[in-house]
């Protein structure tokens, strides 16, 4: 089914997509918070420390999240904008997406490695988007 989407609709969703992934790790805190009773969503930067490390590994992925958005929408919008029209482009935004999801699941789990790893496919699909988008507007 993507291969029938052309690449600029893809690239579209895709950062429609990541937009979504950043707040997929707070569901996590919110019901840590709720756990640790209804005062922690009155002062929920008080409370950080009282929450289970998961939790506080799930703030930091959603932090993290946003820093990655920027440079991702920035690239994809770069390809957009200048019409990147090419399976690499897919490959590079899909991956991009998944990474990130799969960032923020290993970085809950305290799976450092291949949280790293997921870190760095998220990086190298941008510098390939914006590569791309160079290559194409010269």
């Known amino acids: 089914m993507l291969s029938q989407l052309p690449v600029s609709v893809i690239l579209l969703y895709s950062i429609a997509a990541a937009a979504v992934l950043i707040y997929l790790p707070f569901l996590l805190v919110a019901y840590a918070r709720v756990q640790i009773g209804f005062e922690a969503l009155a002062t929920p ?67 450092p490695l291949l949280r790293s790893l997921m870190f760095a496919i998220g990086s190298l699909g941008c510098a390939t988007l914006i590569t791309l988008s160079i290559i194409q507007a010269s």
């Open 45 to 111: 930067r008080a409370k950080f420390d009282k929450l289970p490390p998961y939790a506080q590994r799930a703030t930091w992925a959603h932090q993290n999240s946003f820093e990655a958005f920027m440079l991702f929408a920035t690239a994809a919008l770069m390809a957009y904008v200048t019409g990147v029209d090419s399976s690499t482009a897919t490959v590079a935004a899909i991956a991009f997406v998944v990474a990130r999801l799969l960032y923020s699941i290993f970085y809950i789990l305290n799976i």
